[in-house]
């Protein structure tokens, strides 16, 4: 039996998602994680790790000191087959120690500057990688100038974050000095991880956005497809619908593929399905982000639906030494999610998960409150209260069936 480690995991689709392929592959699962409270917390969560998991092992997994001992420690026992992380905040730790111990990854190097939304955009615009206009700055001062340089709405956002956090779009110069603010008062992310002094002050797109999926082997990147996504959130960016594929004409879908492989290979990402984000304006594309792991959100199960087979499987077995490079890989349906919000507050009832379960198409409806929970302001993408997703013989159809599905369910809140 091949023994795999999993570096803490992605809580909204395909961490969950790459543990399940796991023991479908037969794999001895190890598990590092500094906790397991967030996971069980999370629908779903406890099922998972209870039923794929077979060795936990708790470490600090967001530094590559405590994790390379407890990694090494493991290995040392029974030898690891494979480690990796498709959990935004730990892929620069896992890539280091997987290096270290000789094991299949990709370029510690890339992983760090596709992690730094501020080294992203230098490194793209030196190899004339489409992007916005954009300063990296350290004081409220330059963030100011800065704005005014690029014009007003301006988008301010922490370098290292994820889920839309940090991320705001402003109109004034008391926003951006607010903004820049709120991220400089953190030394640490989310993750407990040291904050880099910099703070992304850049130019507001107005174009729509979508996100390219692709996959890094042997020095060649292909693109496994590209989803088409809706935002919502006023000055927040938060992701509200994601359908697969896109139903983009092609002569627009292929300039955005193309923007997405240049930067991809420009960063350096080498090996794994990494994630891009743009947004396709008056210009053509955009680059907003590259992520150097798995989507989230679920699109890897709008994936797996559309293509008949398992993402994450594949990931697995590059992780393990396979190429996979010649997977025929062909959309034969079309699937969706739609993400359900609440007003804030707290909740006193949910009604219409039963009624839109039974719609014709919806695979998924689920609503991740009960009476009793906060609803917090829509802020981050974890501030959704649910989610419908559905399948179709096209994604525009999937993506109307799961409308429609959502539109039955209310989370009825109040003020406390």
């Not at 956002?157 to 820049?180: I, L, M, N």
């Not at 639906?305 to 010649?326: C, K, W």
């Not at 009832?349 to 039963?354: A, F, I, N, R």
Request: charged share 25%.
């Amino acid at each position: 039996m091949k023994r795999i480690g999993f570096v803490e995991s992605n809580r909204s689709g395909s961490g969950f998602d790459a543990l399940r392929a796991a023991r479908r592959l037969g794999l001895h699962v190890t598990f590092f994680s500094c906790g397991l409270d967030r996971y069980h917390a999370t629908p779903g969560g406890t099922e998972v790790l209870e039923g794929c998991v077979d060795e936990f092992v708790s470490c600090a997994t967001h530094e590559v000191g405590p994790l390379l001992a407890a990694v090494k420690e493991v290995d040392a026992r029974q030898p690891l087959d494979a480690l990796l992380s498709v959990a935004e905040y730990e892929v620069i730790p896992a890539a280091e120690a997987a290096r270290q111990l000789g094991l299949p990854g990709p370029d510690p190097a890339a992983i760090r500057i596709a992690r730094n939304k501020a080294e992203q955009r230098r490194r793209w615009a030196e190899r004339g990688v489409p992007v916005p206009e954009f300063h990296a700055v350290t004081t409220p001062e330059e963030a100011v100038r800065a704005a005014e340089k690029v014009g007003f709405p301006c988008v301010v956002k922490a370098v290292d974050e994820t889920s839309g956090a940090h991320v705001v779009r402003c109109t004034t110069a008391a926003d951006v000095v607010e903004t820049y603010t709120t991220i400089r008062a953190d030394a640490t992310n989310r993750r407990g991880q040291a904050r880099p002094p910099e703070v992304l002050v850049e130019e507001c797109l107005v174009g729509f956005e979508v996100s390219i999926e692709v996959l890094a082997e042997a020095g060649a990147v292909r693109v496994l497809g590209v989803t088409d996504k809706l935002l919502g959130g006023r000055d927040r960016f938060i992701e509200l619908g994601h359908n697969f594929p896109s139903a983009l004409p092609d002569r627009v879908r292929t300039e955005l593929e193309t923007a997405a492989v240049a930067a991809t290979t420009a960063v350096g990402f080498d090996l794994g399905i990494a994630h891009v984000e743009l947004k396709y304006t008056a210009e053509g594309p955009k680059l907003i982000e590259i992520n150097p792991r798995p989507a989230g959100d679920q699109i890897t199960e709008l994936m797996d639906r559309s293509f008949g087979l398992s993402t994450m499987e594949l990931l697995l077995r590059q992780y393990l030494g396979e190429s996979v490079g010649a997977v025929d890989v062909r959309p034969v349906r079309g699937a969706a999610i739609r993400y359900l919000t609440a007003h804030p507050g707290v909740v006193d009832g949910v009604t219409g998960v039963d009624i839109a379960a039974a719609v014709p198409g919806v695979a998924e409806a689920v609503v991740a409150v009960v009476p009793g929970s906060r609803v917090n302001r829509l802020r981050v993408n974890e501030d959704r209260v649910g989610h419908v997703l559905a399948t179709a013989e096209t994604s525009y159809l999937a993506g109307r069936i799961a409308e429609a599905a959502a539109q039955q369910i209310t989370v009825r809140t109040h003020r406390d």
